[in-house]
């Protein structure tokens, strides 16, 4: 067990709804199982410690009608979800890594108020929900990462990566922390130790006040921990290291030594406190108080995925184009999916099937439960509840005395949940961002990228954004709603190098079977001139690469997803126009500045379809 | 209730501050779109506005909290026979709309109880019942499902709910103030929407270090001891309080000059806002924010002040426009203003 890992383990017992959680990434094992087991041992045995897998619905999780109760007793009956059940303790969310930002956001509200607002099936209730949350990460790379306003509302960003390690470390008693439990409210804090953790966060580019007020509660803790009743500067040392550290975005001005673990990256690739770590002369403490000389002007977490290097500052082209896609064209694509689903093809019967049972409730419709299909109680208890008099009067006596039922429900008053049919869409984009194009057309695709952006935000589908040039594909925006970071992702996007076509069909393959295997539909749009230059194995050369290309394409096409493919080159290519052959796309061309002719072009193959 | 943190602890945020002062005094400019980083208090102003509200005059009883001289709601209007209802002082409600919430609280459906006990069809009102002459508030209103969405957006614009249910047949009014918080990271909001705001405000961090270590200092006191602290802050939101109310009484005094006006509408057209919601709420806000700094008359100042969170989240969207609407408001305010008057 590392030593922070334990004392992390220890400070959140102290306080857990006060510090919100930890953010947990590693790998399912032994470490990972001890340490919820050193967790369990040091929470007091009375407060609940409750998993939560993951898509647990809203009734589950928040609460609502308990039907075996409400049928029995005759009258509506609350079921409390697993947030206010837990209420005083802890939850663990297993593959929090991969939980919605809806359900986040459900998390967030209640880690915020410390209760759970029940406005669902007819209840209206208030319920404590004192919580502090576990989330288990076991994202495998830097894209599969907790919803970023989880991770904000969790002190603890803890990351166990190697094996467990034998260490003797400071180990805490379940009676020590008992006692800090009932110590922590009395803690004194000097004004001194905010200035200084503010400080820090500020050195460290932390922009929440989140963090900070997280490390005072936490230095809060580890004085309670040590049994002091004021904080005193090492309670804060450790605040910093265990709350701070994990989220810096940026090294601290001075001194120039602390921090070499690497440079420790944004909230999406929390550098992890290691030991190392551990040593360090609490460098945020001696940081400049002062702000560094420029104001932080970017996000922290667009700062990673652009990386953008002095001269290629230079490359941003962001001309825009006018290249007018129209609003319809996304849409036509979508129903050329449906319409390509229904090829018995193995792998999209089963996504298909699978959406009519899941994704967003909408109503509920007279009917049985059968095949699958869920029964909605409340609207069943609603058809039948009118007809409660009528019906008990019209039970024949003998049923009567035998067992009169609260309720009698029949055959016509089910009513099951409709779901919407038509799962989400992802529309990855697919950018041409070589010399080739960027020469020519890279300022207008992504022009027409933009709008293309537009017409999915208003239809509320995420996108992605994949670039290629060089000698690799590699995605720029993981999928996303927010119009916003699509944006800036293509305005840092820098033009030159190869064309490796395969690759970055390849990459796009990827991309929609992982897009597909979370429910969703994917539509791949490729914006290039069709002059591949760059073979799979990264060796230049036409006759390869194209070849490598073609066989790409031909994969896509096998995986039935449908695409587009814009073809940018100032004279529309056959080999662009072959390779929308090889890969089932729709084949678009988009001739200089001939917007006019672009419309009826695409108006032209809306219609074929 | 567990007490809120005061909203005059709040540190720096004027914009989004003054946008909620704003839609208290004169709550036909419509609801406050608060945007921004995360961890910068969003919620925690909203929050504050129920302990900050003046009291209110409303029926008694009345599930729908009406004005006793304007009952419009279902069971006022069965109740009354020409003899008027007894009324007594109501807080302001703020209500909440979790997330996770369903149509049929929202909306208001068959209360299940009396049904199933007693076999009596009778309608439990819901959220927006209760919101009616309050607020109702959406944190992540932009991960709001969008069937609860589109019901918003109608009621918003109505003030009045239908609901049209379970056999029952029932309209209520339903007046709220709509405010919604969230992060643009996350996703955005229907134009349709965004149209229902009055005001939009972008929050941020605060940036230097002053400010963040007294946010952190009350927010620690806060919670060390959440009764001394409001108690502490109790004279300031006394103070803010009493601002809203005398504003509310100045507000239909406020003279609004022509020239005001017409800067007003052109502001609009240079930015080319959709519709005439923006010109009207400009307007609205710019008066309400005389009464409220106790002037007699709307000035140039006043409107700039204003015009930012009023016309921001109306510009149309222009993917190839990188300046952030901000900008462009400031933009053609400066242009305006620098040119001659007519």
Redesign the interface.
Known sequence: MQGDAATIAALFAVDPA?LGGVALRAPAGAARDEWLTLLRTLLPADSPMRRVPLNTG?TA??GGLDLGA?LQA???VALHGLLAQADGGVLVLAMAERMT??AA??F??VL?S??V????????RVLPARVGLVALDEGADADEQLP??LA?RLAFHLRMDGPAEDEESPAWSAQEVQAARQRV?QVQ?A?AS??A???A??ALGI???????FA??AARAAAALAGCNTVEEEHIAVAARLVLAPRATRLPPAPPEPLDEGPPEEETAPEPPTQNASELPDPPLEAP???PDD??TE?S?EADSLAPDPQELAERV?E?AQAAIPAGLLASLKIGALQRAKSPTSGSAGAEQKNALRG?P??ARKGEPRAGQRINV?ET???A??W??LRRSALPPAAASVRTPR?VVRKEDFHVTRFRQLGQTTTVFVVDASGSSALNRLAEAK?AV??L??DC?VR?DSVAVLAFRGKTAETLLPPT?????A?RSL?GLPGGGGTPLAHAIDGAAALAGQIRRKGETPIVVLLTDGKANIARDGSPGRGPAASDALAAAAQLRAMGVSALLVDTSPQPQSSAEHLAAAMGAQYLALPYGGAQSLNQAVRAVAGRN | M?LTFPFSAIVGQDDMKLAIVLTAIDPTIGGVLVFG?????K?TAVRALAALLPKMRAVKGCRYGCDPDAARCPDCLAATSGKARASELVGVPVV???????????VG?????R???Q?V?AF?P??LARANRGYLYI??VN?L???LVDLLIDVAASGENVVER??LSVRHPARFVLIGSG??????L?PQLLDRFGLSVEVK?????EE??E???R??AF??DPQAFTEQWKKEDDKVRKGIVAGRKRLGDVHIPDSARSFAAQLCMSLGTDGLRGDLTLVRATRALAAWQGDKSVTQVHLQRVAPSALRHRLR?N????AGSSTRVERALAELASAPQK
């Open positions: 006060g809203d999780l928040l409400t005759g009258r509506p930002v809806g956001a459900r967030g509200s915020d410390g209760q607002l029940l406005q669902r099936d007819g209840l209206d970023a306003s904000e409210g804090m004004p905010v200035q953790l503010c400080a966060a500020m922009d929440s006040l989140r963090a900070s007020l005072a509660r108080p002062e702000a104001p932080k996000d977490d962001l825009a967003r909408v109503g409340l208890l609603r058809a509840a009118p409660q008099r309720i022009g933009e709008l952006l537009a935000y509320r709603r927010s119009l916003a970071r944006k305005a | 567990a980083d995360r961890g910068t208090g919620s909440d709309l979790p997330l996770g919430a369903t149509e049929d609280r929202v459906a068959l209360d299940l109880e049904a199933l006990s076999g069809k439990e819901g959220l944190d992540e991960l499902e969008d069937h379970e056999g992060n643009p990271e996350e996703g955005e229907r961090t605060p940036s230097t270090l963040r270590v946010v952190v200092k927010r620690d919670e060390q969207r993917p190839l426009d990188d």
